[in-house]
């Protein structure tokens, strides 16, 4: 994408081997690791772009402490990068809308996210996200 190019400037060789290497090359679960500044956030944004190309056949998501820190950590950077015109985004609810795909920001500490809450017959209980099966996503903390 052009206006990816022109924003961002070289990666070091982890972060560009997993920016611009294909989807179908990454392993199932992917963690980005590294200290404050170290381009974590920004190998991540060519990723999610490539990745509004490719069908999944479940939810694609943000998750992090709250939908505001994903905002603020995540989706600002990402918005900036591709432009008012390539996105929409409801703070209230979480739906994200980038290049056409549709995504879903969750905030773990967030009212509501505990979906289930269910005691069994042993009187225990579960919580948890229910229906999250299989999904892209990117965790921001």
């Known amino acids: 994408m052009v206006v990816t190019a022109t924003i961002l400037k070289p990666f070091g060789d982890k972060a560009d081997q997993f920016a611009y290497q294909p989807p179908e090359m990454d392993a199932r679960i992917n963690i980005l690791h590294g200290s404050v500044r170290s381009s974590k956030t ?66 773990a500490k967030d009212e509501g996210t505990c979906i289930l809450v269910r005691d069994n017959a042993k009187n ?16 921001s903390y």
């Open 42 to 107: 920004w190998a991540m944004i060519p990723k999610v772009i490539m990745l509004c190309d490719y069908e999944v056949d479940g939810l694609r998501i943000f998750t992090g402490v709250s939908k505001q820190t994903i905002y603020d950590n995540v989706l600002n950077d990402l918005f900036d990068v591709i432009g008012p015109e390539n996105y929409r985004y409801n703070r209230q609810s979480g739906q994200v809308e980038i290049l056409g795909t549709q995504r879903l920001a969750i905030g």
């Open 124 to 139: 225990q209980s579960e919580t948890g996200l229910r229906g999250t099966c299989r999904f892209n996503g990117y965790y």
